[in-house]
């Protein structure tokens, strides 16, 4: 399974970016899909995700801020980002499962200014 990240970029404190990851390639079932996030000197951190069946995963720290979703496919996952606010800048990568499979994304940054 192949992942392409994009959307990330500059952003002002109170505005809104959305990610995007595709996965394309040999998919069995991606059980899940989601997005985990490091800043520089942090652990990385789980962000959001989503099952097969379609039960979400938000943080305590973004759940009334970011939601996450997905196409009918199933193999593009989304994260929409609003309110952004400085302690959300960080390396964002997509992670998925194909059953059991762990495939990471390369990651995209989001800085966000204030």
């Known amino acids: 399974v192949h992942l392409v990240e994009s959307g990330g970029g500059l952003v002002q404190a109170g505005g809104s970016l959305r990610l995007s990851c595709a996965a394309s390639?040999?998919?069995?079932?991606?059980?899940?899909m989601g997005w985990y996030r490091q800043a520089p000197g942090s652990e990385r951190e789980l962000v959001a995700r989503?099952?097969?069946?379609?039960?979400?995963f938000i943080a305590d720290s973004v759940k009334a801020r970011f939601a996450i979703s997905r196409n009918k496919l199933r193999t593009t996952v989304y994260l929409q980002m609003n309110n952004v606010k400085a302690e959300d800048t960080a390396l964002y990568y997509c992670?998925?499962?194909?059953?059991?499979?762990?495939?990471w994304g390369q990651g995209t940054q989001v800085t966000v200014s204030s």
């Open positions: 390639g040999t998919i069995v079932r991606l059980t899940s």
């Open positions: 992670h998925v499962r194909n059953l059991g499979v762990e495939v």
């Open positions: 989503i099952t097969y069946d379609g039960d979400a």
